[in-house]
């Protein structure tokens, strides 16, 4: 079965530089969701989209922004990259029934190293 | 805000025993789902097993088995006949179930760092 793709897979950036992180869900999956996970940390969440619309938000910092495509894809953009901002960043997928998000299927993540 | 808590930061097992990894969960809405990820050393999230609050019957899947007390708040996985590929990090998840308009974001706990002994 298709999972949950995210690119890169590892990324690595200087202080204050920016980066992309793309995410593709599970076909027909229609909300989309961001998580960091810090080391040694449990994952937190900052930001999710149901049909190209924000619809939560979680500690997301200001220097970070994301939205959703037509093609339900979802890319998570972050500026200003800080030391602290070295975590793995998960996306999870979602399909809305009947007004219900059925159960969150996660991505592999991406490793971001802020140096 | 909902809290989740797990109590054991890690636990180890026999390979071929049995394993009961605790969690318990703090909220004052009546519509929500609980869920046990598991994290192995690759880092996916891999879901284990999930359990609506409005049904009274334990989540099983396969080897993987929930005792859910809605009144305690209280939702552990057991984990019979224990493999090594069982080693990983545990992490219990609660989600509000959304009729109720609450976020549908999910919080987790610290974890429970499983070790299965050969």
């Known amino acids: 079965a298709a999972g949950v793709i995210q690119s890169p897979r590892h990324l690595i950036k200087e202080k204050r530089e920016t980066a992309t992180l793309k995410c593709y869900p599970i076909p027909r999956h229609d909300t989309v969701y961001w998580y960091q996970q810090g080391p040694g940390q449990d994952p937190q969440f900052l930001i999710s989209?149901?049909?190209?619309?924000?619809?939560d938000k979680g500690s997301i910092p200001d220097r970070f922004s994301a939205q959703q495509f037509s093609d339900y894809h979802s890319e998570l953009n972050m500026s200003s990259l800080e030391l602290g901002d070295s975590a793995l960043y998960f996306c999870a997928s979602s399909r809305r029934t009947s007004g219900v998000t059925d159960t969150q299927y996660f991505g592999p993540g991406t490793r971001l190293t802020v140096l | 805000a909902q809290t989740v808590t797990q109590s054991q930061p890690e636990m180890s097992v026999q390979e071929a025993e049995t394993v009961t990894l605790s969690c318990t969960y703090d909220?004052?809405?009546?519509?929500?789902?609980l869920f046990w990820y598991k994290q192995p050393p690759s880092r996916q999230m891999i879901l284990v097993i999930r359990q609506e609050a409005y049904k009274q019957q334990n989540a099983t899947e396969n080897r993987f088995s929930v005792n859910f007390q809605k009144a305690a708040k209280s939702f552990s996985l057991k984990i019979s006949d224990s493999q090594l590929g069982d080693a990983a990090m545990y992490f219990c998840a609660y989600r509000s179930g959304g009729r109720q308009g609450g976020s549908e974001k999910l919080v987790f706990g610290k974890g429970t760092k499983l070790t299965v002994n050969p």
């Open positions: 909220t004052s809405e009546s519509d929500y789902y």
């Open positions: 989209f149901y049909e190209k619309m924000q619809s």
